[in-house]
């Protein structure tokens, strides 16, 4: 049962533009989101997150938005530049003390162009 | 300030063989989780380890266990070995379980 799913493997984005990706859940016990990004050969590497008392976090280039009737989350990078190029995968966890135990979505991979 | 770093990078084991592979939290953490990549999938929990003790658990079977020593430094161990442990192996460390987690590189475990 996949309770994170990104459901667009890959997606190709020219340099300068919006790159949005999206991320659904099925649990509503979900309170806590993270975007990660990952490299080849690295670890993922923590970019943005949004508690569920929000819609909305911005860090600079990056915003994540939440919309918990939908149960959908979106990243938005502006303006996407080539070293975004990597897979970015959705986490959501719940519980106080319990945000070790993070549920994945299987990932997309961000390529972005000249 | 190092981070979480993960020893070795890779391995190379045969089925039935055990496994042990090594974490050291990031500075200022007390908390490692570690995490099973396989190819094309998202990370999959496996267990935290907070004050030495395993505090939560996926839904991984017993041939899976690990520790926690008292620098915060954790081991994986995997017994028994089946061709379908073949993964990567993530550390995550944080302090007292809160988000976000820092992730290690990595151990890529072969299993033939």
């Known amino acids: 049962d996949q309770q994170v799913k990104q459901n667009s493997p890959s997606l190709s984005v020219q340099e300068g533009r919006i790159s949005i990706l999206n991320c659904d859940y099925t649990n509503s016990m979900f309170d806590y989101f993270l975007w990660y990004k990952k490299y080849p050969a690295e670890g993922p590497t923590f970019l943005i997150s949004i508690s569920s008392i929000k819609d909305k976090n911005e860090d600079g280039r990056f915003t994540v938005f939440l919309n918990k009737s939908a149960k959908h989350l979106s990243l938005h990078i502006v303006p996407s530049q080539p070293g975004d190029s990597a897979v970015y995968f959705c986490a959501a966890s719940w519980g106080t003390g319990t945000a070790s135990k993070l549920t994945f979505g299987t990932g997309t991979r961000l390529q972005v162009t000249l | ?112």
Do not use: M
């Open chain 2, 1 to 112: 300030d190092a981070g979480v770093t993960q020893s070795p990078t890779h391995l190379i084991k045969t089925r039935g063989q055990q496994v042990t592979l090594r974490c050291s939290p990031k500075s200022g953490h007390d908390t490692v989780s570690w995490y099973q990549q396989a190819l094309g999938q998202g990370p999959q929990f496996i267990f935290q380890y907070y004050e030495e003790e395993e505090r939560q658990r996926g839904n991984f079977p017993d041939r899976f266990s690990g520790h926690q020593f008292p620098n915060y430094s954790s081991e994986l161990n995997v017994n028994a070995l089946l061709l379908g442990d073949s993964a990567l192996y993530l550390c995550a460390s944080g302090y007292r379980g809160q988000s976000p987690l820092h992730f290690g590189n990595g151990t890529r475990l072969t299993v033939t």
